[in-house]
């Protein structure tokens, strides 16, 4: 194995998008610190590290051993003041701006000056988030995928202060995950969820007002156009309080009604019915 980009990496957040980012690193040979402040979710994030390992071997892709050495490489703890001596950090809590600031304010004044931070927020601006530490040239945005382990794209966003050698640096270590490196700037939802929003959005809309049922939907963009996944079911999978959120920050940010969030969105938001991860969405995945 080539050696590690970054040699040790913090990731904060063990929850879908975090465990993914942190496996990733592993796998490339860097030692991952990854932190939630949750024991539970700590411990739900590192068995979904182990069970993605798992699969990989089951396919054969992966040998057992070498398994065990990227899971061995990955150590939890729920204190974000064990995060000190990293050269990377990659920040992947929830989509809200309140908690990212907190974050970063405390990792600004933990890590060394040199240390990079980066946020894998899929809307919130770099600038803003930048502006809560003493290094805001040392602030980018990492954007990837899910589910990060397979998918090749990372969104990397710099924010006003951002620098080139940051820049370089960040774009450099995605190649080196073997990750396709999109520049973007900073600018509300980026490239990825200004488009992708307003059509899940839409689509929602669309079942709402009685359009079409889910199913037809889902087919219609499938076959139609071509998607993989119909925006129904990838806005269940992405996890609606999620989406609902990017939708917020869009239509704050730009100010254009077209990004208002459909109302049964925001009901099934309210009613905890946010897709795979609780279970029911547009969608039933209690029996799956």
């Known amino acids: 194995m080539k050696p590690p980009f970054f040699d040790k990496v913090a990731v904060i957040g063990a929850g879908t998008m975090g465990n993914g980012i942190a496996q990733t690193f592993a796998s490339f040979g860097s030692q991952v610190q990854l932190v939630d402040v949750d024991a539970a ?13 798992a699969r990989f071997v089951k396919k054969g892709t992966l040998a057992e051993a070498d398994a065990r050495a990227v899971s061995g490489r990955i150590q939890g703890s729920s204190d974000l003041k064990a995060v000190t001596d990293v050269a990377l ?29 980066a946020t894998n927020t899929s809307s919130i601006s770099i600038t803003k988030i930048a502006a809560c530490t003493r290094r805001p040239e040392r602030v980018i945005g990492m954007h990837f995928m899910n589910p990060v382990p397979l998918m090749k794209l990372v969104e990397v ?26 520049a973007a700037n900073d600018y ?24 079409a049922t889910r199913e037809s939907i889902d087919t219609v963009m499938k076959l139609g156009m071509n998607h993989p996944l119909g925006p129904l079911a990838l806005a269940d999978l992405i996890g609606l309080d999620v989406c609902l959120d990017i939708l917020e920050v869009l239509h704050a940010g730009l100010g254009d009604d077209k990004y208002r969030p459909c109302p049964l969105l925001r009901r099934m938001v309210a009613a905890g019915q946010l897709g795979k991860k609780s279970g029911k969405g547009f969608y039933d995945y209690a029996a799956a």
């Open 41 to 53: 979710g700590l411990k739900k994030g590192l068995a979904a590290i182990d069970g993605s390992l």
């Open 89 to 117: 950090v990659v920040e992947a809590v929830s989509e809200r701006f309140e908690v990212k600031r907190a974050v970063f304010a405390q990792l600004d004044q933990q890590c060394p000056p040199a240390t990079i931070l």
């Open 157 to 182: 966003i710099r924010g006003q202060a951002t620098s080139d050698e940051t820049t370089a640096r960040i774009t450099a270590c995605c190649e080196a995950l073997d990750k396709v490196p999109a």
């Open 188 to 211: 509300p939802g980026f490239v990825s969820n200004r488009v992708l929003m307003p059509m899940i959005n839409e689509a929602v809309f669309c079942l709402m007002e009685g359009v």
